[in-house]
């Protein structure tokens, strides 16, 4: 038994087949042509589609960038798919490929599968973070995606730290941790990429400690903030950023106590995701597993 | 059948006989001796219960100020009851009336109350908010009091909005909703009680309109944020500073949506809570019924 989980980005689409033991049998991957609109990038979806489907796979999970509505399969408008208004996806797939099908927010589908096969295995309360190109999350109950009235809970990159801020987001709001501590921004205050700053920081130069410690801060505050309204097991940190590694999970696991209510936040482990590049083609197959 | 609840406040003990159906058959209130210490409020506690206590009587329900752990029963600290320190309160009551006991967070037990009796009716994902002297806040998911790892969750009063203010919590934190707009943070700023402003914000005196317009800022951007966070299905404020009504909510529902992500907020109620003063009890009967 097997499924197929297709991630759908902005710049690329993954797709593979995975077993129930999380294992990814073969994977295609095409760049999303997206800027050409909604008809090319889904027969890109379709044709990478036939390309895996064989016997044994008996669903279809997809993750995209929202907002979309994984209740009813809908995707409603992201920002990264253009043309891609008001699409009923999983319903479409479904008819298509006579299969069941799920759609995804992808930072939610990326939670889920670190809690059934990664970093957050055995954990009841889960809080995923991504830090890259933006911010994403999502909350993990008792093995569930949290989602909310409308399907779009989770949206934990648009929580503002600073409701006052001149650093306006690109969802338009000012003050969002996006805004403030993603890849883009980070490297925007820095000169360099994020990743550059870790070893930097590292080899000890002032203005990367500085920078290092100014996104700690910010991080810190922010996830001091969901201790206190979640109170989760654990922190999942993935994406780009996280690859800083130790220069950046030290400073967040003194900081983010520190900015929390809650007395116990010092036990809440933070930790790296598992598992890596795969994640969105795992997350995307956890949805239909 | 019906049971006790009771909310340990620092300023007094409400205690009511309650049926299934929310009547409260009788009640009791003392003032909290808080400062007297542990042993003489502990003392007043079981005299209500002795009070109260008759045949029908199933069990015993109390609420009172956090830290402490609904999953085991244990106050921990509250700054509100001087001397309560790691008091196994709900095996000493079940063991003293030999009743089964229940001992929850105040603001988690009104959020329950309120979905279960009140504003919060047929909701799944409810955001019960109080302000009044702290900010309180209670996640109510399908009907259950989201705890968290150590039973602490549902802090949002202590959610920061501004990670670098000057304004210091009473938590020791900077920039949380609760040390900008509490009761004791409008009347600072307002220079008259809350509900003043409101009146004096009807009759058009600039100051006070000024005033509630920042306080609305700031509450719907944290209320705008628990959007993208949570999409909960309806949101419930009580508390004193509910009081202002309408020209406060008028604001929150203009501000909130606005504040949030989430393409749906403006259509995610924002309601005062309906039980009023009795919600205390109501709440704490509601963890045993």
Redesign the interface.
């Known amino acids: 038994m097997a499924v197929l989980g297709i991630d759908i980005g902005g710049t690329k689409i993954a797709a593979g087949v995975v077993d129930a033991d999380a294992r990814v049998l073969e994977t295609a991957v095409v760049p999303t042509r997206a800027c050409e609109g909604y008809a090319t990038s889904y027969a890109q979806l379709k044709s990478v589609i036939d390309k895996l489907l064989r016997d044994g796979v008996t669903a279809i999970g997809i993750c995209a960038p929202g907002?979309l509505n994984p209740k009813t399969g809908v995707v409603?408008n992201p920002p990264n798919l253009p043309g891609w208004v008001n699409i009923p996806l999983a319903e479409q797939i479904s008819k298509e490929f006579q299969l069941p099908c799920r759609v995804e927010n992808d930072a939610n589908a990326a939670g889920l599968a670190e809690w059934r096969f990664g970093a957050a295995r055995g954990y009841?309360?889960v809080f995923y973070v991504t830090v890259s190109t933006g911010i994403g999350?999502g909350?993990i109950?008792d093995g569930k995606i949290?989602?909310?009235?409308?399907?779009?809970?989770?949206?934990?990159g648009?929580?503002?730290?600073?409701?006052?801020s001149s650093s306006i987001c690109g969802?338009g709001?000012p003050?969002?941790i996006e805004a403030l501590a993603s890849g883009p921004a980070i490297a925007r205050r820095a000169g360099m990429p994020p990743e550059e700053v870790g070893r930097a920081a590292a080899c000890g130069d002032p203005r990367a400690i500085e920078m290092l410690d100014e996104t700690a801060?910010?991080l810190g505050?922010?996830l001091?903030?969901?201790i206190?309204?979640?109170?989760?097991?654990i922190i999942v940190i993935g994406g780009g950023v996280a690859q800083i590694g130790e220069p950046l999970f030290s400073r967040l696991r003194r900081i983010t106590p520190e900015?929390?209510?809650?007395?116990?936040a010092a036990?809440?482990p933070i930790v790296p995701a598992a598992l890596g590049a795969q994640v969105g083609i795992l997350g995307a197959a956890c949805t239909v597993l």
Chains 1, 2 share one sequence.
């Open positions: 907002p409603i009841s309360t999350t909350i109950l949290h989602h909310g009235k409308n399907g779009q809970a989770g949206e934990g648009h929580v503002t730290i600073d409701y006052r969802c709001l003050g969002c801060l910010m505050a922010w001091g903030s969901a206190s309204l979640l109170d989760p097991d900015r929390s209510i809650n007395q116990f036990e809440t």
